[in-house]
């Protein structure tokens, strides 16, 4: 069976960075091999380039892996193994997909069920899902969205005072443009380490 929390390199390097254990829970990319179900149902340009379509996250050892967390998600008991896994691994932040997206509203609630299970941990997501939290008025105190542009409902961004993600072509153009780096250090994305709304990612 596959864990449900990892840690990729990325990760690793931002943990030792700044002394707190950071883990992240990824689901496949864009669809489900199998089924054909869409795991980004607002994707849009974002799928010509997306990184966890390549690299180590489509190897043979484990892409497997992430079609089992995908299907965890859809049990019953996903909540009390989610929580139970954050208390194994003593995760102190958890990046909610790495690979894949919010593909239900009741996907949402399993994650903000979970959320306010664990008040002491921190939760942060980049999601592509902009209509199906615009609908919210409940997400957790403990729970940072990121909305992150090159979906098909950009549209319903306000870079004004939405948190959103924003890919640049190099560092220099990122930093003009007042976006706070998120590829240095992971966690600027989220409210602990960057009271910005801006976050910025250069492409890679």
Not at 18 to 32: C, H, Q, T, Y
Request: charged content about 30%.
């Amino acid at each position: 069976m596959a864990q449900l929390l990892t840690q990729n390199s990325k990760l690793k390097k931002t943990s030792k960075a700044i002394g707190l254990k950071v883990m992240n829970f990824g689901i496949p990319a864009l669809v489900d091999p199998d089924s054909g179900r869409r795991t980004c149902p607002f994707a849009g340009s974002c799928a010509k380039f997306c990184y966890a379509q390549k690299g180590a996250y489509i190897w043979s050892n484990v892409k497997p892996a992430f079609k089992e967390r995908y299907e965890a998600t859809k049990r019953d008991d996903f909540v009390d193994r989610m929580i139970a896994e954050v208390k194994r691994t003593k995760a102190q932040l958890v990046r909610v997909h790495d690979s894949g997206d919010y593909y239900s509203r009741a996907y949402i609630d399993k994650w903000f069920a979970i959320a306010r299970a664990l008040p002491d941990v921190r939760f942060y997501s980049y999601t592509k899902s902009v209509p199906l939290f615009l609908e919210r008025d409940d997400v957790p105190d403990n729970y940072d969205i990121i909305f992150s542009e090159g979906g098909t409902r950009d549209d319903l961004i306000d870079t004004s005072r939405h948190r959103h993600a924003r890919i640049f072509s190099s560092y220099d153009d990122m930093h003009d443009a007042g976006y706070v780096d998120a590829m240095s250090s992971d966690v600027n994305a989220t409210k602990w380490f960057n009271p910005s709304h801006k976050v910025g990612l250069v492409f890679h």
